[in-house]
């Protein structure tokens, strides 16, 4: 049987968890656990939040939908008039078409780019606040750790995921 680093790594992490989880229950450690997808669907933040990226991105967003609609007409007057048009005429307007296109597939990836990368930097600092507000709840509640993922169940007086969005909420 072959045994990686890895594997005999994981194995003392576990075990490691395990006594100290262990340790941890018998020493009467208060701990509790906040759901953050459920603050960050709930926290009046998150809106504003999304308001400034909007109206910081509103005025690119429409240039590209005026090219959309700009292309799509360019597109039907190929279809609709392609048979009375020369040839020159017709590879003309079908090159303008071509370039058109690429020039909005690549604006509309970089937008795309710069919209995901806004958010993440909005949604790091958000991260921050809130990190904050479990501490900050946390000791309110004279809990000893907060879990964040991978809880399965846990009894209501230890979800602290509401006073965490209450807290929030005074932030505004």
Do not use: C
Not at 91 to 99: H, T
Not at 128 to 149: P, W
């Amino acid at each position: 049987m072959h045994v990686t680093r890895n594997k005999i790594l994981m194995v003392f992490l576990l075990l490691f968890f395990v006594a100290f989880a262990g340790n941890a229950v018998a020493a009467g450690t208060k701990v509790a656990y906040v759901q953050v997808a459920k603050v960050l669907q709930a926290a009046p933040q998150v809106k504003a939040i999304k308001e400034r990226i909007r109206k910081e991105f509103a005025r690119r967003d429409d240039q590209l939908v005026a090219e959309q609609k700009k292309l799509k007409k360019l597109k039907e007057k190929l279809d609709r008039d392609a048979a009375i048009m020369s040839e020159s005429e017709k590879k003309r307007l079908e090159r303008d078409i071509i370039a058109r296109a690429r020039k909005l597939k690549n604006a509309q990836s970089e937008f795309q780019e710069d919209l995901s990368l806004r958010q993440n930097e909005e949604l790091a600092k958000l991260r921050k606040v809130i990190t904050e507000v479990v501490i900050k709840v946390a000791k309110k509640g004279g809990f000893d750790m907060v879990l964040e993922s991978g809880v399965v169940w846990t009894k209501d007086q230890y979800n602290i995921t509401n006073r965490v969005i209450q807290e929030l909420k005074k932030r505004r």
